[in-house]
């Protein structure tokens, strides 16, 4: 990608960089209060990339639409939990929603030269 970022563009890495690290916290501890950290990231990504002119942030759309869904995904799968409680079948698939967004960020990461 290019050497010149926009200050767009440059804003919605450092968002990636928070996301990633609030990925890693929520698989080292299993504290499903990052959900609402991750929640404000992901918004903040959307609000930057959704609609944006900026080439990079173009380019990287097919992956932030696999992190908007798959987070999407999760809001609702929360929601229907029974007092929070989440049960075998929902950790399931909330590892496998938290995996695709790892493999969206690291796509990203590797398309915009971080990795």
């Known amino acids: ?15 990636l960089a928070r996301l990633n690290k609030t990925m890693s916290e929520l698989f080292s ?3 499903v209060a990052l959900f609402t950290q991750m929640n404000e990231e992901v918004k903040k990504m959307h609000d930057l990339q959704h609609g944006s002119s900026d ?3 173009q380019a990287i759309d097919p992956e932030c639409v696999v992190i908007y869904g798959n987070f999407d995904m999760i809001v609702k799968l929360l929601r229907t939990t029974e007092d929070g409680v989440i049960d075998t079948a929902a950790q399931k698939a909330l590892n496998k929603f938290l995996h695709n967004i790892d493999e969206a960020v690291v796509n990203i990461a590797a398309t915009l030269g971080l990795v």
Do not use: C, P, R, Y
């Open 1 to 15: 990608m290019d050497n010149e970022l926009s200050k767009e563009t440059a804003e919605f890495i450092a968002q």
């Open 29 to 31: 501890s299993g504290n």
């Open 55 to 57: 080439k990079v942030l």
